[in-house]
T-cell receptor
Framework: DAGVIQSPRHEVTEMGQEVTLRCKPISGHNSLFWYRQTMMRGLELLIYFNNNVPIDDSGMPEDRFSAKMPNASFSTLKIQPSEPRDSAVYFC??????????????????FGPGTRLTVL | KNEVEQSPQNLTAQEGEFITINCSYSVGISALHWLQQHPGGGIVSLFMLSSGKKKHGRLIATINIQEKHSSLHITASHPRDSAVYICAVGPPMYSGGGADGLTFGKGTHLIIQP
C-alpha cells in the first residue's frame, strides 16, 4: 500500500495567494484528518471527515481556510488568501472506523508525509 | 477540551540507557496514541492503547486510565531512536464522535548519544 499521499511536499507562496493542499487517504479508510504543526503550537487538528462528511471543523483557524472531500479517495485543504502566519507543516491522516460496538476506541491513524507551506 | 502534558520536553541520554517518557491528560479518552516524528518530519504511529500495556520490540507503552497517565519506555536505547515522541488522545466515544481528531502533547525531543 502506498500509504497516505500528500501533495505538494513543499509550497512557497506569497501573501495573498491561494494555496491548495491535496491528500489521498489509504484505500478503504473512511476517516480523514487534517492537522497543522507549528513550532509554537505543535500539532493541532483542523478538520476531520467521516465517510466524506465534515464532522468537526472547529479547529479551522478562520474563514480563509476551507476543506473538501468530494469522494473517498481525495481531499483538499484550501487557504485563500494566505498569510505568513499560515506557514506550517500540514499533515493529512486517515483511518478506518468500523462498528462502534465492536471497535469503540476507533482505530489507528496513518499520517501522510506532510506539506511544508511557507508564505512570504 | 483535553489538556495533554508530556514530560520531559527534552531528553538526552547515552546509548543503552532505559528511557521513560510520560504523558498525562485531563479528561476521559477513547484511546491514547504514541507517535514518533523523525528529523525528516514524517509521523509514525507507534502504539494505540486504551488499557494495560503494549510492547513492540524495545518499545513498551503503558496506560493507567484511573490516573489518566501513560508512559512510553525504550529499553537498550540506540541513536536511531532519536526523534520527537508525541502523545495524543482521542475523546471518549460517548462524546458523539466516531473517528475523532486527536489532541496532541507538545512532544518530547529525545537524543540518544553513541
Amino acid at each position: 500500500d502506498a500509504g497516505v499521499i500528500q501533495s505538494p511536499r513543499h509550497e512557497v507562496t506569497e501573501m495573498g495567494q491561494e494555496v491548495t493542499l491535496r491528500c489521498k487517504p489509504i484505500s478503504g479508510h473512511n476517516s480523514l484528518f487534517w492537522y497543522r504543526q507549528t513550532m509554537m503550537r505543535g500539532l493541532e487538528l483542523l478538520i476531520y471527515f467521516n465517510n466524506n462528511v465534515p464532522i468537526d471543523d472547529s479547529g479551522m483557524p478562520e474563514d480563509r481556510f476551507s476543506a473538501k472531500m468530494p469522494n473517498a479517495s481525495f481531499s483538499t485543504l484550501k487557504i485563500q488568501p494566505s498569510e505568513p502566519r499560515d506557514s506550517a507543516v500540514y499533515f493529512c491522516a486517515s483511518s478506518f472506523i468500523g462498528d462502534l460496538l465492536l471497535a469503540p476506541m476507533g482505530n489507528e491513524q496513518f499520517f501522510g508525509p506532510g506539506t511544508r507551506l511557507t508564505v512570504l | 477540551k483535553n489538556e495533554v502534558e508530556q514530560s520531559p520536553q527534552n531528553l538526552t541520554a547515552q546509548e543503552g540507557e532505559f528511557i521513560t517518557i510520560n504523558c498525562s491528560y485531563s479528561v476521559g479518552i477513547s484511546a491514547l496514541h504514541w507517535l514518533q516524528q523523525h528529523p525528516g518530519g514524517g509521523i509514525v504511529s507507534l502504539f494505540m492503547l486504551s488499557s494495560g500495556k503494549k510492547k513492540h520490540g524495545r518499545l513498551i507503552a503503558t496506560i493507567n486510565i484511573q490516573e489518566k497517565h501513560s508512559s512510553l519506555h525504550i529499553t537498550a536505547s540506540h541513536p536511531r531512536d532519536s526523534a520527537v515522541y508525541i502523545c495524543a488522545v482521542g475523546p471518549p466515544m460517548y462524546s458523539g464522535g466516531g473517528a475523532d481528531g486527536l489532541t496532541f502533547g507538545k512532544g518530547t525531543h529525545l537524543i540518544i548519544q553513541p
